[in-house]
T-cell receptor, first 115, second 109 residues
Framework: ETGVTQTPRHLVMGMTNKKSLKCEQH?????MYWYKQSAKKPLELMFV???????ENNSVPSRFSPECPNSSHLFLHLHTLQPEDSALYLC??????????????FGAGSRLTVL | GQNIDQPTEMTATEGAIVQINCTYQ??????LFWYQQHAGEAPTFLSY??LDGLEEKGRFSSFLSRSKGYSYLLLKELQMKDSASYLC??????????WGAGTKLIIKP
């Protein structure tokens, strides 16, 4: 496989459930990201990992818990979510985390619905 | 704050030309990206501009004016498959990548 792969593509969960989103990249990139995409809103950066170390956490509620066991895999653990957390969750990777021509490669996203 | 502004939706005709504008705050600017996102799919990279002027890639071109805090994406010879959302994003010197809300482009036959 190539690129960035996310599973599951669709997830419906109740507010008391615990689930996880998985992301895998086969590009040899050193940085990985979780974004939240809601309709008609800009992409919201949630977490950034660089060389398996979390380097950014944008005031995300603790009901979202990221995990990066190695440079190819990224998880987003979900528990006691709220209906307003329903959105498309996008994983992305880039060669490094820099301020220049740092092109992101995105996965197709996990569509989350919280009932 | 560092806001990126782009139109919410545009409509154009197959075979025509369309220009999608993006404005941003200039302080700390370090480069501007355009991404394309088809419905239900991943955003994909289209272009990166860091210097003033026009960069052409086939039917797509991207323009940047750093002094005006302005960019546009120009799509020529529009095809039905160009129906998608186009996302403008600016990278700032503090490593912050700020995104616009995207422009949904509808192509009509």
């Amino acid at each position: 496989e190539t690129g960035v792969t996310q599973t599951p593509r669709h997830l419906v969960m109740g507010m008391t459930n615990k689930k996880s989103l998985k992301c895998e990249q086969h590009l040899g990139h050193n940085a990985m990201y979780w974004y939240k995409q809601s309709a008609k809103k800009p992409l919201e950066l949630m977490f950034v990992y660089s060389l398996e170390e979390r380097v950014e956490n944008n005031s995300v509620p603790s009901r979202f818990s990221p995990e990066c066991p190695n440079s190819s895999h990224l998880f987003l653990h979900l528990h006691t979510l709220q209906p307003e957390d329903s959105a498309l969750y996008l994983c992305a990777s880039s060669q490094d985390r820099g301020a220049g021509a740092n092109v992101l490669t995105f996965g197709a996203g996990s569509r989350l619905t919280v009932l | 704050g560092q806001n990126i502004d782009q139109p919410t939706e545009m409509t154009a005709t197959e075979g025509a030309i369309v220009q999608i504008n993006c404005t941003y705050q200039t302080s700390g600017f370090n480069g501007l990206f355009w991404y394309q996102q088809h419905a239900g799919e991943a955003p994909t990279f289209l272009s990166y501009n860091v210097l003033d002027g026009l960069e052409e890639k086939g039917r797509f071109s991207s323009f940047l004016s750093r002094s005006k805090g302005y960019s546009y994406l120009l799509l020529k010879e529009l095809q039905m498959k160009d129906s998608a959302s186009y996302l403008c994003a600016v990278i700032y010197s503090n490593y912050q990548l700020i995104w616009g809300a995207g422009t949904k482009l509808i192509i009509k036959p």
